[in-house]
Protein backbone atom coordinates (compact mmCIF):
# COMPACT_ATOMS: atom_id res chain seq x y z
CA UNK A 1 0.00 0.00 0.00
CA UNK A 2 1.69 3.18 -1.26
CA UNK A 3 2.51 5.53 1.30
CA UNK A 4 0.05 8.71 2.11
CA UNK A 5 1.12 12.29 1.70
CA UNK A 6 -0.56 14.65 4.02
CA UNK A 7 -3.06 15.97 1.21
CA UNK A 8 -4.12 12.42 0.69
CA UNK A 9 -4.87 11.98 4.45
CA UNK A 10 -6.79 14.86 4.71
CA UNK A 11 -9.14 13.51 1.56
CA UNK A 12 -10.06 9.98 3.50
CA UNK A 13 -13.11 10.06 4.87
CA UNK A 14 -14.15 9.49 8.17
CA UNK A 15 -14.37 5.13 7.58
CA UNK A 16 -11.34 5.18 5.65
CA UNK A 17 -9.38 6.91 8.25
CA UNK A 18 -10.21 4.66 10.92
CA UNK A 19 -9.83 1.66 8.31
CA UNK A 20 -6.11 3.06 8.04
CA UNK A 21 -5.19 3.27 10.99
CA UNK A 22 -7.17 1.00 13.18
CA UNK A 23 -4.31 -0.36 14.32
CA UNK A 24 -1.60 1.92 15.05
CA UNK A 25 -2.72 1.17 18.98
CA UNK A 26 -2.49 -2.65 19.09
CA UNK A 27 -5.79 -3.89 18.55
CA UNK A 28 -7.59 -1.02 19.80
CA UNK A 29 -9.28 1.09 16.48
CA UNK A 30 -11.07 3.27 19.26
CA UNK A 31 -8.17 5.56 18.97
CA UNK A 32 -8.87 5.96 15.07
CA UNK A 33 -12.57 6.55 15.14
CA UNK A 34 -11.72 9.31 18.18
CA UNK A 35 -9.22 11.01 15.55
CA UNK A 36 -11.16 10.82 12.57
CA UNK A 37 -13.21 13.20 13.87
CA UNK A 38 -10.47 15.73 14.24
CA UNK A 39 -9.45 15.40 10.07
CA UNK A 40 -8.16 17.39 8.40
CA UNK A 41 -4.71 17.39 10.15
CA UNK A 42 -2.46 20.17 9.66
CA UNK A 43 1.14 18.24 9.51
CA UNK A 44 1.65 14.40 10.28
CA UNK A 45 3.43 15.70 14.00
CA UNK A 46 -0.05 17.06 14.30
CA UNK A 47 -1.75 13.75 13.94
CA UNK A 48 0.67 11.89 16.03
CA UNK A 49 -0.21 14.12 18.76
CA UNK A 50 -3.69 13.75 18.51
CA UNK A 51 -3.22 10.24 19.30
CA UNK A 52 -0.79 10.18 22.11
CA UNK A 53 -2.91 12.85 23.41
CA UNK A 54 -5.71 10.69 23.00
CA UNK A 55 -3.93 7.73 24.84
CA UNK A 56 -3.02 10.07 27.55
CA UNK A 57 -6.38 11.11 28.21
CA UNK A 58 -8.06 7.70 28.62
CA UNK A 59 -8.89 6.96 32.20
CA UNK A 60 -6.10 4.28 34.15
CA UNK A 61 -8.97 1.17 33.62
CA UNK A 62 -8.97 1.60 29.54
CA UNK A 63 -5.21 1.88 29.95
CA UNK A 64 -4.60 -1.16 31.18
CA UNK A 65 -7.05 -2.67 28.67
CA UNK A 66 -5.22 -1.43 26.07
CA UNK A 67 -1.93 -3.03 27.57
CA UNK A 68 -3.67 -6.48 27.77
CA UNK A 69 -4.13 -6.46 24.28
CA UNK A 70 -0.84 -6.60 23.52
CA UNK A 71 0.99 -9.54 22.65
CA UNK A 72 4.22 -11.48 24.63
CA UNK A 73 7.20 -10.13 23.30
CA UNK A 74 8.00 -13.66 21.36
CA UNK A 75 5.41 -15.80 23.11
CA UNK A 76 2.50 -17.95 22.21
CA UNK A 77 0.87 -15.81 19.19
CA UNK A 78 4.22 -15.58 17.63
CA UNK A 79 4.92 -19.47 17.80
CA UNK A 80 1.05 -19.90 16.28
CA UNK A 81 1.41 -16.70 13.49
CA UNK A 82 -1.19 -15.03 15.13
CA UNK A 83 0.45 -11.80 15.39
CA UNK A 84 -1.37 -8.69 13.82
CA UNK A 85 0.64 -8.07 10.75
CA UNK A 86 2.16 -4.89 12.65
CA UNK A 87 3.29 -6.52 15.60
CA UNK A 88 5.00 -9.39 13.28
CA UNK A 89 6.85 -6.36 11.46
CA UNK A 90 8.20 -5.06 14.39
CA UNK A 91 8.93 -8.57 15.45
CA UNK A 92 10.95 -9.45 12.67
CA UNK A 93 12.59 -6.30 12.36
CA UNK A 94 14.79 -6.44 15.44
CA UNK A 95 14.81 -10.37 15.23
CA UNK A 96 12.55 -11.84 18.26
CA UNK A 97 10.89 -14.23 15.48
CA UNK A 98 14.28 -15.84 15.12
CA UNK A 99 15.66 -16.07 18.99
CA UNK A 100 18.06 -18.75 19.84
CA UNK A 101 16.23 -21.49 22.42
CA UNK A 102 17.97 -19.98 25.28
CA UNK A 103 17.37 -16.59 24.43
CA UNK A 104 13.42 -17.22 23.91
CA UNK A 105 13.82 -19.19 27.24
CA UNK A 106 14.92 -15.89 28.76
CA UNK A 107 12.33 -13.57 27.35
CA UNK A 108 9.28 -16.07 28.10
CA UNK A 109 10.90 -16.52 32.01
CA UNK A 110 10.88 -12.63 32.75
CA UNK A 111 7.53 -11.77 30.55
CA UNK A 112 6.24 -14.08 32.65
CA UNK A 113 7.38 -13.01 35.95
CA UNK A 114 6.44 -9.19 34.98
CA UNK A 115 2.61 -10.57 34.14
CA UNK A 116 1.95 -11.57 37.23
CA UNK A 117 3.86 -8.66 39.27
CA UNK A 118 1.72 -6.19 37.02
CA UNK A 119 -0.95 -8.13 35.94
CA UNK A 120 -0.66 -6.76 32.24
CA UNK A 121 2.17 -8.04 29.86
CA UNK A 122 5.65 -6.45 29.23
CA UNK A 123 5.47 -3.64 26.50
CA UNK A 124 7.95 -2.00 25.10
CA UNK A 125 8.95 -0.35 21.10
CA UNK A 126 11.07 -2.81 19.86
CA UNK A 127 12.10 -0.92 16.86
CA UNK A 128 13.22 2.04 19.27
CA UNK A 129 14.47 -0.68 21.69
CA UNK A 130 16.43 -1.82 18.14
CA UNK A 131 18.10 -5.09 19.76
CA UNK A 132 17.31 -8.29 21.83
CA UNK A 133 19.97 -6.93 24.64
CA UNK A 134 18.65 -3.59 25.13
CA UNK A 135 14.82 -5.42 25.49
CA UNK A 136 16.16 -7.85 28.30
CA UNK A 137 18.19 -5.55 29.88
CA UNK A 138 14.98 -3.36 29.44
CA UNK A 139 12.02 -6.28 31.22
CA UNK A 140 15.08 -7.07 33.81
CA UNK A 141 15.33 -3.38 35.02
CA UNK A 142 11.63 -2.48 34.58
CA UNK A 143 9.75 -5.19 35.98
CA UNK A 144 11.68 -3.46 39.88
CA UNK A 145 9.21 -0.72 39.04
CA UNK A 146 6.37 0.11 41.21
CA UNK A 147 2.39 -1.02 39.20
CA UNK A 148 2.09 2.91 38.77
CA UNK A 149 5.30 3.51 36.90
CA UNK A 150 4.87 0.55 35.05
CA UNK A 151 1.65 1.85 33.91
CA UNK A 152 3.14 5.16 32.92
CA UNK A 153 6.28 3.45 31.49
CA UNK A 154 4.18 1.12 29.03
CA UNK A 155 1.82 4.01 28.46
CA UNK A 156 4.17 5.83 26.78
CA UNK A 157 5.73 2.75 24.95
CA UNK A 158 2.33 2.17 23.64
CA UNK A 159 2.45 5.93 22.46
CA UNK A 160 5.89 5.10 20.78
CA UNK A 161 4.66 2.19 18.80
CA UNK A 162 1.81 4.02 17.66
CA UNK A 163 3.85 6.79 16.67
CA UNK A 164 6.07 4.53 14.39
CA UNK A 165 3.31 2.58 12.97
CA UNK A 166 1.49 6.03 11.70
CA UNK A 167 4.96 6.77 10.31
CA UNK A 168 5.10 3.38 8.15
CA UNK A 169 1.65 4.53 6.63
CA UNK A 170 2.49 8.24 5.26
CA UNK A 171 4.79 9.88 3.50
CA UNK A 172 6.61 11.79 5.87
CA UNK A 173 8.81 13.67 3.57
N1 LIG B 1 4.49 -6.68 24.17
C1 LIG B 1 4.88 -5.71 23.32
O1 LIG B 1 5.66 -4.83 23.66
N2 LIG B 1 4.35 -5.73 22.08
C2 LIG B 1 4.67 -4.81 21.11
N3 LIG B 1 5.78 -3.96 21.11
C3 LIG B 1 6.04 -3.63 19.83
O2 LIG B 1 6.94 -2.87 19.44
N4 LIG B 1 5.17 -4.26 19.01
C4 LIG B 1 4.34 -5.04 19.73
O3 LIG B 1 3.46 -5.80 19.34
Redesign the pocket.
Known amino acids: RPKLSLQQLNELSPVEFHRTFENVI?CWPEGAIFCSALLPFKSFTTMIAAFQSYIDRLPAETKLKILRL????A?KLLDTNE??K??SF??ASVGLDDLSPDDKNKLTEL?ACYKSKFGF?????????SKFEVILRSVSERIHNTVEQELET?ID?VK??CR?RILQLVDNL
Not at 121 to 129: G, K, N, S
Open positions: EHPDLGLTDSEHNPFVVCVREAAEKIL
